[in-house]
Each structure stands twice: as C-alpha cells, then as structure tokens.
C-alpha cells in the first residue's frame, strides 16, 4: 500500500520554565491511502501532540526538535506557515474530542461551514447553500435546510461531533485527524459516529488517524495500531494481530486491566503512575512499572524488535541478547 | 435478598426550567422505585441526561427530593434533619479535579467529615485516624501536608474515597468515580473499592455509563433512561439476555477490545438522539429511537413489571 503519510524519528518537546518536556520521543510510523490507524495511549502519551505535529499546530513552548513528517511526499516540519495553512481542511481536515467548545456559538451551523467552503472553493450564496447541505446530508443530519440557520446551542452533542465532521470534510481531504472523536459522548451515539466515519473513510477512500484511549474502539474500527506511552510507541501492529497476539507488557496491561462483559474475573491493574516527563526515567519509560522489568529496562532505551511480519514492539524481553540472560537479571 | 438497606418509593426530582430560551419542568428524575439490599452492589447506567446522577444526589437529599420516599434500614428519612443518616450515607463524586478543594491540604480534606461529626476525642486521635484512612487507600504520611494539585487524577481519586470513608459509613454511592481516570488507572480504583465492601462491608450504588465497568463490578444492574428506570436484572443476568430494546441496544453498543473476527454479534446502531428532557415523547419514552416501537407504545406509559424472577422491565411488548 502506498504510504501517505510517514512519521519519521519525531521529537517534539515543551520548553517550560520547569524544563524540558519531551512529549514525543523518537517516534515513526505510517500511514496507508485509505487506511485507519488507531493511535492509542493514555493522556500525556504523546497521541495528540503528534497529531498537532502534523497539522503543524505545534505552538511555543512545543517546538520540533528532530525528525520528520511526511505527508504526501512533503515534509511538513519544513513548510512555511503559508504552506501548512493550504494543508489544513483541503489535505487533512482534523475533528476534535469536545464538540461542545468547537464550534463558534455565536454564528450559525451554515456560517461556520460555509466559511471553509468560500475558503477551499470560493463558493458564495446558493452554491454555498446547496454544498453544505450536502455536506450535513453526509454525516445524516436531517433536515439540513432548517439545521443551517440554527445555532450550535441547538445541536445535542452527537449532532455537533456530526457537524464538526461535515466541516472537517469540506475541504475534501485526503486525511481525516480524528482526536477522541468520541469520548465526550454516550455509547449509542459514539456507535453512530464511528460509523459514520467508517463509511465515509470506504467511500471517499480517505486515510484516517483515529486517536482514542478505548481499546474497544481501536479493534472494531482500525486496520493497524500503534500503542504509544510516555512519548514512545511501544508496540505498533496490525489491528488483529495486536488483540490476539500482543507483545509489550504494556500492551497487555491495558488489555488486562479493562474488564471484560463474558468474564468476571479480577482485574488486574498496571500499578504505579503514569511517568512524569519532566524527568523521564533512563531506561525504559514503562520500567518502573512494569511487571517483567530487568536490569537493562532501568538503564537502555528498548529498540524496536520484530516479533513478526509488520509487528514490532519496543520491550527488552523479546531482544535476542536479553533472552540469553533472562532469569539472571530479573529485578521485580 | 438479604436484608434491605436503601430503599426509594417513587422518588421523583424535577427541575423547573426557565430562561431566554426555554421554560418547563424537567423531570430529571420521574418516579423511581428500588431496593439496595445489605453489602449488595447495585450499578445503574444510563446516557448522560437519564438522571442516574441526580438520582443518587436526591437519595442523599444532596438535594430535596420533589416527590416520593427513601428508607434507610426501613426508616423514613425523606423528611427530618439528616445529619445522623449523612454519617450512614457517603458519595464519592466523578471529577476529582473539581471535588476537592485546591486550597485545603489532604489531611484537611480527609479530616473535615471527622470534625463535623465530632469522630475524635484529640488532635492525636484525629491524626491517626487520617493517617489510617490515607493508607488504607494506598497513600502515604508524606502525602497528608500536601495540596491536591500535587496528585495525578488517580491519586485525587484515593483522596475522595478516603474522605468518604472517613465516617465510616454503610453506603456510598459512587458517582462515575472512575470515568475520568486513564485506562490502567481505572482498575486500580476499581480494585480498591471492591477492598473496601468486603473489608468494611460497604454497599454499593455504582453510578457509570461505562457498562462493562457496570457489569465488573454490581450484582444487580439498573437501566435508566430519561428519568425512568427501564429495566433491573442482575448483572450477569441482565447481559445475558437484555428484555428492554434500550438495554439491547446499549449493550450492543459497547466497543469490545477483542479481534474482529472473534465477535459474532452483530452491531445494533439506534437512529435519532436522545429526546429532550423538556418534551418527552408520550408514552414511552424510548419509542421514538425503538426500532420494535409500534402505535400502542405512545399510548400507555410503561410500568416496570417482573418478566422472569428478578428481571424487571418496562417494555409493554414482552
């Protein structure tokens, strides 16, 4: 499959007054024409800076301190401010996690997608009338003629997350950056949703980076994952592979520690807290609180090992030198 | 069921509603009727909006009920000053950012519920139990001195759940304690509560939107929708073989973190959104998103009836 866009070694920190905080640590991965990557982590992992990255929304005290983003054939790191503002809405058009502080309240739904219609096509008046309409008719808003003189106030959250998606597909993009579309809604309308990204992705053969902290979402929507924790990815797979064959013992935390509706055993939780990453540790960022965790964890930053075909995964134990000594070091 | 603990009568809250936009009554709460039985948990779900959080507040006449009763160990105490029964009846709240006062140390915090109900003979006495409480849910003596900005979310958690332990109660109703916490974190809280019944003999009632969380963690499961309880099974029961089209759909809904190919299920995806609260469909209330809803279901209003021993529902067509 031919890549669209390629995330080459990205390093990108916030300078604070407290220090440096490295987000995104030496991260790189993928993504195919038409294809859904999941991208999950806990919040401070460094999903949605990278997504920023991409959209060239990184602002100061965050700055990009290596690497690369290539987005179709273009490096992104390197664009000029004009450059980046011709690629956001027309190449990638990005939906955010709070539908509720997204939307201008004082300008009507017709308004605020119309202005990225004047902007892409210079559509004015009927013509503008008659293509958001379509738009809303897309993500199935009914009586869309009515809904374009409303006010967001009018719209209950699913139907703004619906909205925020019409305007997001406007620009006709060739991505769609979805950042926890649906964390701020109830199941049976993040059902719908989901759903209609998953059409509208087979339809207009859009890639789509789908951003979220729930497991269950990333299995029934995605086509591969990355799993990424204190600004490293930790594992990265195809989607199937990674629910019936996950490596990194993180990886297979989380999957333990979400209960589960056809079993009632325990849960068994990660212990510990999340890093802090002002003053990452040396190693391993999961060391500490990892169950398997030897000698080297706490001192050498993992590489990336194979464990098949398109499945690596970040984690000393499935290094060929660590096997070796296994049983000598363990620490835990 | 063993013995009754908690117990509502119709317990009704309704908000009258009136500004530049709209005016009307909510009725946020519309007539609830359950039992919590001793060391029971009892969850109850719901989509943001069916009342299942003002439920449990109006339980703790955190604010008055409209309408209707609620028992404790088979005494009224809708009516009365509750001050005693506060001491019986705690809440551990869903955001722990905002239900802890930023300017208060975590000794403070945890100490305030020992002071008003006046829990300690001496200062001595009101440290040590603070210490207890701290490292009973897994914080330290360092931690007392400090303010709540210093801690992650799952650690703000702790600190709620120690304050609501502070006065040794018999129920706590947890309302979403865990859905603003991270993946990994969540089952740490969920672990620690369930510590905490069999360690104190607690009852539970287990407020989420988080069903398989829900069904982890209750013995009996409640579905709410727009202030009516729909439909009440235990847990295992209730997932099994869901009666309410609602609960149905709810329960197909779920994302499950399993490869593709291993679920067989089929997705249930409802049309429409969820009414306003202002204007309830007539009848019953789901039936405008039903897809079984046929012309009776605006007619009658559902009552919740016995289908099978212990599996409640309110649909009218099974």
């Known amino acids: ?332 | 069921m063993s013995e009754e603990l908690i117990r509502t009568e119709g317990l009704k809250q309704y908000f009258h509603v009136k500004n530049n936009f709209s005016r009307g009554v909510v009725k946020a709460v519309d007539g609830i009727s359950l039992s919590i039985a001793k060391g029971e948990t009892l969850g109850l779900v719901g989509e943001s909006g069916c009342g299942k959080s003002t439920f449990g507040r109006t339980l703790l006449r955190l604010i008055e009920p409209t309408d209707g009763k609620i028992f404790y160990e088979g005494k009224d105490v809708t009516k009365g000053d509750f001050t005693p029964y506060r001491r019986k009846m705690q809440i551990i709240f869903q955001d722990p950012y905002a239900s802890l006062d930023p300017r208060m140390t975590v000794a403070d915090i945890v100490g305030e519920p020992l002071d008003i109900h006046k829990l300690y003979k001496n200062k001595k006495e009101r440290k040590e139990r603070i210490m207890e409480l701290l490292r009973m849910v897994g914080l330290n003596s360092d931690h007392a001195q400090r303010f709540p900005h210093e801690f992650s979310g799952g650690q703000r958690q702790r600190i709620g759940i120690a304050r609501a332990l502070a006065v040794q109660p018999s129920f706590v109703v947890c309302d979403e304690p865990v859905s603003a916490l991270d993946v990994s974190i969540q089952a740490q809280i969920i672990n620690m509560l369930e510590e905490m019944q069999k360690k104190l003999k607690l009852t539970y009632l287990f407020i989420a939107h988080d069903l398989s969380v829900v069904k982890h963690i209750s013995d009996r499961v409640g579905v709410m929708y727009l202030g009516s309880l729909v439909e009440l099974a235990p847990s295992d029961e209730l997932y099994r073989n869901p009666i309410h089209p609602y609960t149905q759909a709810l329960i197909s809904a779920i994302p499950i973190a399993k490869p593709k190919s291993e679920i067989t299920t089929k997705r249930q995806i409802l049309k429409g959104e969820i009414p306003s609260p202002l204007n309830p469909p007539s009848g019953c209330k789901f039936r405008t998103r039903c897809p079984m809803a046929k012309p009776e279901c605006a007619e009658v209003v559902p009552q919740l009836h016995e289908v099978m021993p212990g599996h409640y529902s309110s649909c009218i067509l099974k």
């Open chain 1, 1 to 332: 499959m031919e890549n669209l866009l390629e995330i080459k070694h990205l390093k990108v920190s916030f300078f604070t007054p407290a220090g440096e905080v490295k987000a995104v640590n030496d991260i790189s991965y993928t993504l195919g024409k038409g294809e859904i990557l999941g991208v999950v982590g806990e919040s401070g992992s460094g999903k949605s800076v990278t997504a920023s990255t991409v959209m060239g929304l990184v602002e100061s005290p965050g700055r990009i301190v290596g690497g690369s983003v290539i987005f179709d054939g273009k490096d992104v790191t390197k664009m000029s401010k004009q450059e980046i503002r011709s690629l956001r809405g027309r190449e990638i058009g990005m939906i955010f996690q709070d539908p509720m502080t997204s939307l201008n309240p004082v300008y009507t739904i017709g308004a605020q997608i119309k202005e990225g219609l004047k902007l892409y096509y210079g559509l004015k008046g009927k013509e503008a009338d008659k293509k958001a309409i379509e738009l809303l008719k897309l993500v199935s808003i009914n009586e869309p003629e009515r809904r374009l003189k409303q006010y967001p106030h009018e719209f209950s959250g699913g139907m703004r997350q619906r909205v925020m998606i019409a305007m997001a597909l406007a620009g006709n993009p060739k991505m769609l950056i979805a950042d926890e579309p649906t964390t701020a809604l109830d199941v049976t309308i993040q059902a719908q949703i989901l759903e209609i990204i998953k059409e509208l992705q087979k339809k207009i053969n859009m890639s789509v980076m789908l951003i979220t902290h729930d497991l269950g979402i990333v299995a029934d929507k995605a086509d591969k994952v990355v799993v990424m924790y204190g600004g490293r990815i930790v594992e990265s797979a195809p989607c199937e592979e990674i629910f019936r064959n996950p490596a990194h013992p993180y990886t297979i935390g989380l999957l333990n520690s979400i209960p589960k509706l056809d079993s009632s055993d325990p849960l068994v939780p990660i212990e510990g807290t999340p890093i802090d990453l002002l003053n990452p540790p040396k190693g391993c960022p999961f060391a500490q609180r990892c169950q398997k965790c030897m000698k080297v964890c706490l001192s050498h930053m993992p590489p990336y090992t194979k464990i098949s075909e398109n499945h690596e995964s970040a984690c000393w134990l499935h290094d060929p030198r660590a096997k070796a000594a296994a049983g000598k070091e363990a620490v835990k």
